[in-house]
């Protein structure tokens, strides 16, 4: 997860830039299997953001909200946790509204 975050902190957060994480999201749970449920579950998030915004405007309040969100979101996970952990990583995301 950490080659993700990487490429999201240093992106625009406009919706160009949360459509192309949902492409690596999707290459990043086929090359790393382990981690597909966690791929899933961001993906589903930022799906549902990108569909509420697209062909709208999109304040950029709210886009600078969203981003910050999701970067700090990224950075807490550890793909290398205790099972525990990364449950609780996923219950988190979960609760995780980008809108």
């Not at 086929?30 to 799906?47: F, K, N, S, T, Y």
Request: hydrophobic share 45%.
């Amino acid at each position: 997860m950490d080659e993700l975050y990487f490429w999201l902190s240093g992106q625009h957060p406009g919706l160009k830039t949360f459509k192309a994480l949902q492409l690596k999201l999707l290459q990043h749970a086929a090359d790393h299997p382990e981690q597909r449920a966690m791929c899933r579950l961001l993906h589903g998030i930022v799906g549902s953001y990108v569909e509420e915004f697209d062909e709208a405007p999109l304040p950029s309040a709210i886009a600078d909200r969203a981003y910050q969100r999701l970067v700090r979101s990224l950075a807490e996970l550890d793909s290398a946790a205790e099972p525990a952990r990364q449950l609780g990583d996923l219950n988190r995301l979960a609760e995780l509204n980008l809108a």
